[in-house]
């Protein structure tokens, strides 16, 4: 993800830095409106002995952590390629929506 995303939220009290990009076009948060239930997963967690992970991201992912979701914190709308991807693909790109593709023919270019 270090290159497709722009985590918001790195160096914080819900995340270190390890593992998230900072330049890509789909955008990253970890929610910062959390439900009651989940204000206890990670004191709970730790007090039955597992780590609190703010690096799970960097490539380990053992403990007790929050996960982010493809947000954009700007407008809390759902970040992906359709709104991400396809804006910087500009005119050089023809979205066939609904449609099947019944055979891709392979053509060797090296022999």
Same mark, same amino acid.
């Given at each position: 993800m #270090?290159?497709?995303?722009?985590?918001?939220?790195?160096?914080s009290s819900s995340y270190g830095s390890s593992g998230v990009g900072n330049s890509g076009p789909i955008r990253s948060v970890i929610?910062?409106? %959390?439900?009651?239930?989940q204000n206890y997963w990670i004191p709970t967690g730790t $007090? #039955?002995?597992?780590?609190? $992970? *703010?690096?799970? *991201?960097?490539? $380990?992912? !053992?403990? !007790? %952590?929050n996960q982010p979701s493809n947000v954009d914190s700007r407008t809390y709308t759902r970040s992906y390629v359709a709104n991400s991807y396809l804006p910087l693909a500009g005119t050089n790109l023809y979205v066939m929506d609904s449609t099947r593709v019944a055979k891709i023919n392979f053509i060797p270019q090296y022999g």
């Open positions: #270090l290159k497709v995303e722009t985590f918001t939220g790195a160096d929610n910062r409106v %959390m439900p009651t239930q $007090n #039955l002995g597992a780590t609190h $992970n *703010l690096e799970s *991201l960097g490539g $380990n992912p !053992i403990g !007790i %952590m």
